[in-house]
């Protein structure tokens, strides 16, 4: 199943018309289907694509000889009859790059045209305590480590996402407020674009929450699910919503901050500035504050350590017996209930899927919070709502991210095609 990605046309924009409309769609058309199964036929995707089978020849011979897809072997159907030559989506040669920059990492998840993995990685990095220059420095630096890699790999990217806790212009590439990250008005697809030096290839910057729950949508443990809310468990707390399959995304592109509905008017101050916020209660912060104070975030002269260390000392502590753990992760638990009872009392989700540390800490925490939300939905008899982990871990924005690349480059096949150089003959 697939979801409809962010428009990418300005705003007032006019659309293509004639032949090279035309043709950009019925390739999108046969691409998509192409992305949905893993092989297919050309009779097979006419009858998907209601196409004539003689233009569906056509537009596989442009794809095959830019090699953007590839022949997978015969398909037999019945006892009698010609033999189906099956295509699969391939285009090894063309990379998307996916990444995520959070507060105390920088995640990569490159693949090429058919989702195979180029390079994966994540790297503990200060980027709260870093400043927006340094913390885009480093993240330029990454992303020309990953360009590299893919390039040794045989795949030159041709775009680039990068997903961040916070509200973005997604039409202009600019980063308006990241609390967490002490961010404001940052144009980071401009800033990222410049020092990759590949003024080409598109950079593009999404919320992280909303990348994740593509990610989740299209190959996680609730794929399919029309549906879904997803919930990052980070040191903020983001979510992204799928309604009828689409990404709800607001008016402004900024839906989804769940982690700053107030739901302790006498609790903490946020790092939005407001108080007593929901991620100041489920936060990963909140989580590290209360089961092992000695360390917390911010703490002086401490280095960052990776969350997924943070995340692995709890867990044994849990697995032990350790009674403040133990304590810290039913509370936490609990607030995880009640703010997940808001969100299906508005939206009617089937699926909460929780992700980063939330999913890692699943089997101690989703017990607590089903009970709260079960004992707070107001259509809870009827409304078949649950919590589930997440499988993608926290990878799953930059995984979005790269997802996110492949869809606009299948959306609008022609700009990359055109770009690409043919074959020289034999």
Known sequence: MTYKPPRTRPPGGAPPA?????????????????????????????????????????????????????????????????????????????????????????????????????????????????????????????????VEAMRRAGAAPAGVAVAVPGLVDVARGIVTLAPNLYWHDVPLADQLATMLGTPAVPVRVENDANLAALAEYTSGVAAGTPYLVYLTGEVGVGGGIILGGELLRGADGFSGEVGHLQVDPNGARCGCGRVGCWETKVGLAALVGAAMPEQAYGLPGRPVPDPG??????????????????????????????????????????????????????????????????????????????????????????????????????????????????????
């Open 18 to 146: 004639g032949a090279a409309a035309l043709r950009r769609a019925n390739l999108s058309l046969v691409l998509r289907k192409l992305r949905e199964h893993a092989s297919l036929s050309r009779a097979h995707i006419a009858e998907a694509t209601g196409l004539h089978r003689a233009t569906v020849s056509n537009l596989m011979a442009e794809l095959l000889e830019r090699r953007l897809v590839r022949e997978v072997g015969v398909e037999h159907v019945g006892a009698i009859g010609r033999p189906r030559r099956a295509v699969a989506l391939h285009g090894a040669h063309v990379g998307a790059l996916g990444m995520e920059i959070n507060v105390d990492y920088i995640a990569v998840h490159g693949t090429d045209l058919s989702g195979r993995a180029l390079v994966e990685r994540r790297v503990a990095y200060d980027a709260m305590g870093s400043g927006p220059d340094r913390a885009v420095r480093r993240l330029g630096l990454v992303a020309k480590e990953s």
């Open 309 to 426: 260390e943070r995340v692995a000392d709890i867990a044994r502590g849990l697995a032990a017996g350790d009674r403040r753990m133990t304590m810290a992760v039913a509370q936490v638990g609990e607030w995880l209930g009640l703010g997940g009872s808001i969100l299906a009392n508005l939206f009617n989700p089937r699926v909460i899927v929780i992700g980063g540390y939330f999913a890692s800490l699943a089997e101690w925490l989703l017990p607590h919070a089903q009970d709260q939300l079960q004992r707070l939905m107001v259509a809870a008899p009827a409304a078949q709502c649950r919590f589930v982990a997440s499988t993608l871990g926290f990878g799953a924005a930059s995984r979005g991210a790269a997802s996110m690349v492949v869809s606009h480059l299948i959306d609008d096949p022609t700009t990359l095609m055109d770009a690409l150089p043919r074959p020289a003959p034999r």
